[in-house]
């Protein structure tokens, strides 16, 4: 039982996730074609307007497509409409992150009304300083790299604490996705605000945009198929 909640909650922070870039893309009236939760075939959808939401079936990671013919078209959009966008993403982890934390805190008691506002914010910042320093080690050899499948392995011990333990997965799940996200690497969110704010200066570095992001994706695949081999390994043993 504890996997599948573990599962649901990190389809839940992808869904946040994903939710704050569609919001981002109302906001900056950037028209969206496509809203998937997962990578790769459609298992699910519907459409309302000129939108598809699907929900697909590698429970991966997510994306919104914006409605433009190619690349060329897009960076026709403002620059600092496309900051929005990207931004969209980590900002509504980092506020799921502040809701769970007040909510942790009123339950566990002891801190006034006044002081939740202030508290979680603390907490955010301790972590986001731990989870940077936990993915220095991944590039160092110091620090050992967990898939999905690990994850859920972890989940499934932290949610047998009924629902402060979701409640405290569900915080970690949703600042490492703001964290990993923000890394300047292309197709990542950081990635793709470093290459806006450098064509904000030179139009014309804009051609690696595309090749760093493809070299982003190979690195990333792989980086998930290690991953996910090293969290097989540790279970079969």
């Not at 450098?198 to 139009?203: F, P, T, V």
Request: overall charge neutral; some cysteine.
């Amino acid at each position: 039982m504890g996997y599948i909640v573990s599962a649901l909650l990190i389809g839940l922070a992808i869904l946040i996730h994903e939710m704050g870039h569609l919001v981002a893309a109302w906001w900056t009236k950037i028209p969206v074609t496509r809203f998937s939760v997962g990578i790769g075939p459609k298992v699910w959808g519907w459409r309302r307007g000129e939108t598809d939401y699907w929900l697909s079936a590698i429970p991966l990671g997510g994306y919104v497509l914006p409605a433009v013919e190619d690349h060329d078209e897009f960076v026709k959009i403002p620059v600092s409409r496309r900051l929005i966008f990207a931004f969209g993403g980590p900002v509504a982890n980092i506020l799921l992150s502040f809701v769970c934390l007040a909510i942790y805190n009123v339950l566990q008691g002891g801190l006034s009304l006044s002081a939740i506002s202030v508290e979680p914010v603390v907490q955010i910042g301790n972590m986001i300083m731990a989870m940077i320093a936990a993915i220095g080690g991944l590039f160092t050899g110091a620090g050992e790299v967990s898939g999905v499948v690990g994850i859920v392995a972890v989940g499934d011990k932290i949610v047998s604490g009924g629902f402060i333990g979701m409640l405290k997965f569900l915080n970690a799940l949703s600042i490492s996705l703001a964290v990993f996200n923000m890394l300047p690497m292309p197709p990542l969110d950081g990635g793709k605000i470093m290459m806006y704010l450098l064509e904000s200066i030179d139009r014309r570095l804009l051609w690696l945009h595309e090749r760093l992001t493809i070299a982003g994706i190979v690195l990333i695949l792989g980086l998930m198929v290690y991953a996910t081999y090293g969290d097989v390994q540790a279970l079969l043993q």
